[in-house]
């Protein structure tokens, strides 16, 4: 659906004359002409139990705690706090973005729940996140580093994954005061880092919202209004606003864009090629194909800035709890969802896929490397992207500081042991 900026939709926006023009205030960061080369530091604010089974595991049998909301409904506010101020004040250290930085990374995008900033009555959600996420602001300037802040959770779930901090029902939109607490929460974020713009130059409205379970209509007046809300506070700031899982080369252009009078506006899409049977039988090959001829062009055809702002090196779905906790995996053929468990079998997990690097093959890191850099490729043909995620306990596929000791994550970040995989492809 495409919309046009009209006076209605600036006035819902809660904007009703823009006293500036935005294309005189840039953002801290030059999106036309450098690529964005991050990571998400993923599972500190906003835990998935696949990146911290440690923190887990106690419940790995009775399988009675998924999530952060049921983590903290089990356990007490007290309780809950306190194990979780000691992960947010040793998951991710000073080091860590000196390391990101010293890897030659330019941003790092951070999960956050709704519940950090707007705690709704009800909720088992514990808070003190926020000096932390200050603390990393600090750290970042520190270190050069841009900051894109990601509202990963939303007040009933945007899409029923744990990693909005309630697995299950998608009811963000069931209850009416919802889009009013997430506009709330971006205008909040907005106006805590209106002095720090030279580090935070993108919010994310919302991540990963499921196209099959919430009106897109609804979302994009979000979209909208959390752009005003920005506006209101932070000149400089970007709106990052998420692809809801839309594939179609045209289904976000025409929207938001710099024609239609609204400008510094970053889509995020977010490329993984192993939740489906069909995408975890691939060929190596076969991955490297999707990703330069199937991604690349999607990208680079959008009408506004675009990010591939989450991807990974995995090649399969081994990860213990990668689809939540107690599901398995479509890899292996132990994959369930509540009905008959899977039956197909494309290869075996076999614990190679847990600990470190070192437990690959040979075979696995050549393939490893060669996956990675083919979609270095294609995402900087646009915009370019951000790694999910910078450390997990038990995930070697996805622990960008692991890949990058190992040598299978390029350094630098433009060398090519297998150069020219998407020399076929047109962008």
Not at 39 to 53: D, K, M, S, Y
Not at 177 to 206: F, H, S, W
């Amino acid at each position: 659906m495409q919309r046009t900026l009209t006076a209605l939709t600036l006035l819902a926006a809660g904007v009703t004359a823009l006293p500036w023009p935005l294309s005189k205030r840039d953002p801290a960061f030059d999106y036309n002409n450098q690529k964005v080369r991050g990571v998400n530091l993923g599972g500190w604010f906003v835990l998935e139990p696949w990146i911290t089974p440690s923190l887990f595991n106690e419940w790995a049998t009775s399988q009675t705690v998924v999530d952060e909301y049921t983590m903290c409904q089990t356990l007490g506010s007290q309780e809950c706090y306190n194990r979780l101020n000691s992960h947010w004040g040793s998951w991710i250290q000073e080091n860590d973005f000196q390391s990101i930085a010293g890897a030659g990374l330019n941003h790092v995008r951070i999960p956050l729940g709704y519940w950090a900033v707007s705690p709704q009555s009800g909720d088992p959600y514990v808070q003190g996140q926020l000096p932390y996420l200050d603390q990393a602001i600090v750290w970042a300037r520190n270190s050069g580093l841009k900051v894109l802040i990601d509202i990963h959770g939303m007040p009933g779930s945007q899409n029923g994954f744990d990693n909005s901090g309630r697995r299950g029902n998608i009811t963000w939109q069931t209850a009416d005061p919802n889009r009013d607490i997430a506009k709330g929460v971006v205008n909040a974020l907005a106006a805590r880092y209106a002095n720090d713009q030279d580090v935070v130059t993108m919010i994310e409205a919302v991540n990963e919202p499921a196209n099959w379970g919430l009106d897109m209509d609804w979302v994009k007046q979000y979209y909208y209004d959390a752009w005003g809300n920005i506006r209101q506070s932070a000149a400089n700031i970007a709106l990052t606003i998420h692809d809801a899982f839309e594939q179609p080369d045209s289904y976000w252009n025409g929207f938001m864009n710099a024609a239609s009078g609204i400008d510094y506006v970053v889509l995020d899409t977010h490329q993984y090629q192993i939740f489906s049977d069909a995408e975890v039988s691939r060929t190596l090959q076969q991955h490297v194909n999707y990703a330069c001829n199937t991604v690349g062009p999607f990208i680079t055809d959008t009408d506004k800035w675009t990010i591939v702002g989450e991807w990974s090196a995995a090649l399969t779905d081994c990860t213990q709890w990668l689809n939540g906790l107690g599901k398995g995996a479509r890899y292996d053929g132990t994959f369930y969802d509540g009905g008959q468990t899977q039956q197909n079998q494309y290869g075996s997990c076999n614990g190679k896929y847990q600990g470190d690097v070192n437990s690959f093959s040979a075979a696995d890191k050549k393939a490893t490397r060669q996956y990675i850099e083919a979609q270095l490729d294609a995402y900087e043909s646009h915009t370019g992207w951000i790694y999910w995620t910078w450390k997990a306990e038990d995930a070697p596929e996805w622990a960008m500081n692991n890949l990058l000791t190992a040598g299978l994550f390029p350094q630098p970040l433009t060398d090519r042991h297998y150069p020219n995989q998407c020399s076929g492809a047109t962008y």
